[in-house]
């Protein structure tokens, strides 16, 4: 009776399960095997049915209902209650000791029996291929009034699809990860089922261990994972130990936090920003070029910040733009991510420079008396620029080669990133310094003046270039430190930013005497042909 059962669900499972549908075919089967009254199988009917039963349960995840979560669990708690009904049957009384183990490609098992005349004092532990069990049986059969006892363990290698790890509810709202394979442990034909020690899992991480998540030991309650009762022991980057105080099905949950949501709007506004920003650098880099300055200005500063962060931003924009295709080639994507690091840093050098060449100018304005130029040679001015820049880079790269991540930028973690932020800092925290005493000297200077140029429009028009000045040093960086999940602030931000090379145009080019003449005989040369 029991072997033809048996031969009908291995024979006719096929044709049932491809003429009906697959969770009517599946819901079928389990019931088959939920009905089966014996109390011991053989070995290889107990793989037989398993095997069977697993691939019915991987063709009802192909089907539709598989995006119900109810349905999921429940499926997954069929499964598990199939599956340690029939590891159970596998257990055989023993005198002193026994065990049975199977590997399919689904599910591992490992049964381990102790009888009343055991002669360990303690169970070896219990291995599958990616987690192992300690269990103290040999205490659990001493608590039996038959003095025996046995252990079941399964590893289902495809449960996280059913028991999926998002179904571990946690207040904050964070990416889940499921980072061993889900193992159940049972003590079938037990009496006294009372743990007398702690049980504990090794779990070895199917997947690569992020240093920045957290992990939870988890057992599966009905409908949902939750940690009750279970704690992690200790962890190194491959495995980890748990401990729980009960027997249930259990797992190991990486959790890590959500990146930030992009807003398609923000992104549009940041595209716009930067390449507005490109065509006014282009613009005060072509009016730098083109137009005769007089000869003490030195305009070295402003040129290079320009081709600097126009470099870097147009660079920025590309990578990010074609980033599925760069990303692939890791060295290309590692030598960009090291020049966006030297452009950027030398962009912020020059803002520096910038920012002590006004200081030494202003400085010179209300101290009229002493002639002394402390003006430094262009040349003297470039070494700096970009010098100060390669050597960051270079000894970043030398003493961390991996610094440079996958999104072709620096890696955020290991402090990498410090090697950015940490010049870029010192450098912001120095340009406020030099703002705020360029507008003090300016300020007194100013009211000294006004008797004499009590213009209102020239004020106007001077404090508006004190403002514009300030984005110029690249001071609004500093909004990038606070904007913390701001929308108002990160706008702020990213507007101010990307528009360096805007307000260099508007206070040197347009608001520039000298230049709004030479523009104005370039316009009547256009122009006004006709005049002449
Ligand atoms: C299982 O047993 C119940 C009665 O105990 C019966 O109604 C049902 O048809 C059986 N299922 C299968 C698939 O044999
Ligand atoms: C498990 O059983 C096999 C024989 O079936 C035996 O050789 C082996 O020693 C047993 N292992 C333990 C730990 O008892
Ligand atoms: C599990 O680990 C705990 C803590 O190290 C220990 O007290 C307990 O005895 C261990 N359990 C078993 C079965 O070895
Ligand atoms: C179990 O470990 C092996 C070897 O590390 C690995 O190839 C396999 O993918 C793991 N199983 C699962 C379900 O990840
Ligand atoms: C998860 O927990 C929160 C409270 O912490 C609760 O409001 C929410 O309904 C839970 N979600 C599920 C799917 O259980
Ligand atoms: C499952 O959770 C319910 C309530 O959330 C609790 O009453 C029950 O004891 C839990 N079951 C186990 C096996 O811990
Ligand atoms: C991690 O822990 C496991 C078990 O505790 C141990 O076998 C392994 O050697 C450890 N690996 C490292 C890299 O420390
Ligand atoms: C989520 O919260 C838990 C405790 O509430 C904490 O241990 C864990 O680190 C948090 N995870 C993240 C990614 O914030």
Known sequence: MLISFIAAITITLPEVCTSRTSGECFQNLLEQIENITAQVLPLNTVTNILTVAFSASEKILESSSAANPTELASNGNRML????KLISTLVKPTDTSDNVSFTLAAVEGQVFMVGPNVILNKIPQLDTTNSSVDIDLIGIAKNNNERSAAVAIMSYNTMENLLKPDFFNTSNNTIKTMMSTVISATLPKTTNTK?????????????????????SCVYWNISEWIVDGCSVLKTNSSYTVCSCVHLSTFALIMQTSRPPESDPL??????????????FFTLALMTFALCQWSPGVNNVARINICISLLLAHLLFLLTQRF???IRPQQVLCAVIAGLLHFLFLSGFVWMFIEAVLLFICVKNLSQISSKKREVLSSGFLCVIGYVVALVVVCVSVGLVPEGYGEHCWIKLDKGFIWSFLGPVCVILASNTLLFIKIFISLNSTLKSLNAEVSQMKQTKIMVFKTLAQFVVLGCPWILGFFTNGSKVLEILFLILNSQQGTFIFLVYCVLNHEVRQQYRKCFRCLCCVKQH
Request: include cysteine; charged fraction near 20%; charge should be neutral.
């Open 81 to 84: 209650k199939t599956s340690e």
């Open 195 to 215: 743990l007398t020690k702690p049980v504990n899992f090794t779990f070895r991480h199917i997947r690569e261990f992020d240093p920045s998540g957290s992990l």
């Open 266 to 279: 923000l992104e549009l506004l940041n595209l716009v920003c930067v390449i507005v920003g490109l065509v």
């Open 323 to 325: 980033l599925s295709l």
